[in-house]
């Protein structure tokens, strides 16, 4: 007892953690000369890459790319009408304009999307287009700077934000009536020209904005004290899951045009869509539902004990949680549906794929296969890359809270 | 003040439960009267937190009959919904909500539950959390506070609906010794108050001085109910006896 009353406390001050430095040579002989086989290892793996590297680098500097700019409006946006194009343009400022309002409303991610998204459309400004669709790119950037003031000023107002989540919801149906048009007022597209990139963006933009309701929905369903909900949505589940997708669209653009009378049978367009969205929504629901089985008990019993009843349990407490909990495989499930888009070339829709191979078919252009599918790597790694960068992005800030 | 405040405000006639062949409620018959504090005590797994499980219909029962401020819990959504709205849970593992900062926590029924504009259910939340010493972490998310703040904070949530009745099922059982105490304190003062609780425990040093009775379990039994006077110093069964030996000397 007396010990103990007498020991001091001495606090001794906080010390910085050592820095640990390894000199290069150290780290080179740790890592990639330890051993003699490590040392054959190095010597051949480094002769691969530098032979690699440089075929690469002479193949890059001596290939046609003038292919890219010289075709660059076919491959993104088809035989879209050029007196049309307008429409399309429309579409991105008003995508730009919200993207901006949001990120000034909202800082963080939002802003950082939509700078980003301005910054790349001057950047594209600077290169050698002419000069019209410079003019429309600077619009972009011009149309996000002042949504951004906009949503500034509007930050914290409460019909501000309801308005934005509003526009936001309103721009998926006008988007596709400004690009597609409807009857009697804005000449309508349809197939009467070919879509290219716009097509896999639009087909990618529709699945995932509908997949996903459907896939949280069909998740829910499965869990369902219904015994029919839950035996139904299962069976969605798994017969979807069970067939390849190409298959499902071959049926689609097939079987339907056979079983249904051409007046009552929907574009092939729209089926192909419907498609996709029909197959991701199974693959979401499992994703969802891998969440929903990771909340534990204790979150349906605490709120059952303040008295929420099911769907507020369910829209307020467990759903967040578990959504959270799936994000990188529903970003997954995004990234592989848009590129599941270019699927759509096997039924004769042209898309991306699609126009790269008839581009490839002119004299012209002959033996330029390489050069065309680099680009598509390039603008669908972009695309792609965004997504999971956003996704990574979202799980940290959302992260806060967990346990 | 209610019509039934002479009968007792929780009444359980003959109660039983069972899990699957289990048979985990074996007959439960008690009164409870407003304002009482009820400790229940006995060994693992002797059915304690099924029988409070059961008052807000977190367990359903099948046989026998349960009364809560007058309304009968039966399969009635209605009455579930009335009952749940009049008693509060207190659970082993605080069971917030993680995404929530502590704040929404507990405004959150308020809000959803009693419909209460979003400022006044804030505002309650904030007294509460002062009443339950927690103001300044309000901010905060669950995950960034010590057990003992998140079980004040559970407190402050199942306050907040402003129940007739709470329940605390071993609310200390998974906390550090040295934070048992500032829960304990929470709940002390709330019995002080005149709220009608049950609570099972093992902090005998508790029941001795809040509880108005004490009920001994043992498979899914009533063994005995006694106040802490007669419960500690003159237990009737043996097996009362032989609990208290284990949970006293060593
Ligand atoms: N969901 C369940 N399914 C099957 N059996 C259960 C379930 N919940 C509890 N039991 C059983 O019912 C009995 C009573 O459980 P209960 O949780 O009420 O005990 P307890 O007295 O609270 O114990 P402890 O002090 O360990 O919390 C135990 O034997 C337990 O195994
Ligand atoms: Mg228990």
Known sequence: MNDNQQIVHTVKEQLRPPIERIPVFRWLKENLFSSWLNVILTVVSTALIVTVVFGLLKWALGARWEVIPANLKLLLVGTYPVEYLWRVWTTGYMIAFLLGFSGGSHGGLMRRVSTTAALISIVLAVLPFPWGTRGWLVGIAVAAAVGFGLGYLGKGIRWCKRLEIAAWILSFPISLVLLNGVGGILPVIGRRTTWGFLLNLIGAVVGIGLSFPIGVLLALGRRSELPAVRWVCTAYIEIIRGVPLISLLFMASIMLQLLLPANIRPDLLIRAMMTVTAFSAAYMAENVRGGLQAIPRGQYEAASAVGLNKALITILIILPQALRLVIPAIVGQFISLFMDTTLFGFIAILELLNITRSIMGNIEWRGTIFELYVFIGIVFWILCYSMSYISRRMEKTLGVGER | MSV?????????????????????????????????????????????????????????????????????????????????????????????????????????????????????????????????????????????????????????????????????????????????????????????????????????????????????????????????????HNPQHERTKLFLSQILDY
Request: with cysteine.
């Open chain 2, 4 to 232: 039934t405040s002479n009968e007792g405000i929780i009444i359980y006639r003959d109660v039983h439960k069972w899990y699957g062949d289990f048979h985990a409620l074996r007959g439960i018959t008690f009164t409870m009267q407003k304002g009482e504090v009820i400790v229940i005590c006995g060994p693992s797994g002797s059915g304690k937190s099924t029988c409070i499980r059961t008052i807000n219909r977190l367990e359903e029962h099948q046989r026998g009959q349960i009364i809560v401020d007058g309304v009968e819990l039966t399969n009635d959504l209605r009455n579930i919904d009335t009952i749940r709205r009049e008693v509060g849970m207190v659970f082993q593992q605080f069971n917030l909500f993680p995404h929530l900062r502590v704040l929404q926590n507990v405004a959150l029924a308020p809000f959803w539950v009693l419909k209460m504009k979003k400022s006044k259910a804030e505002e309650i939340a904030i007294q509460l959390l002062e009443r339950v010493g927690i103001p300044e972490q309000a901010q905060k998310y669950p995950a960034q506070l010590s057990g003992g703040q998140q079980q004040r904070v559970a407190i402050a949530r199942a306050l907040a609906m402003t129940p007739k009745i709470m329940l605390f099922d071993e609310p200390t059982s998974a906390l550090d010794p040295e934070m048992i105490k500032e829960v304990l304190d929470v709940m002390k003062e709330l019995a002080r108050s005149g709220m009608t609780m049950i609570v099972v425990t093992h902090e005998m040093g508790f029941a001795r001085e809040v509880a108005n009775r004490i009920v001994f379990f043992d498979f899914g039994q009533l063994i005995e109910e006694n106040t802490p006077e007669e419960f500690f």
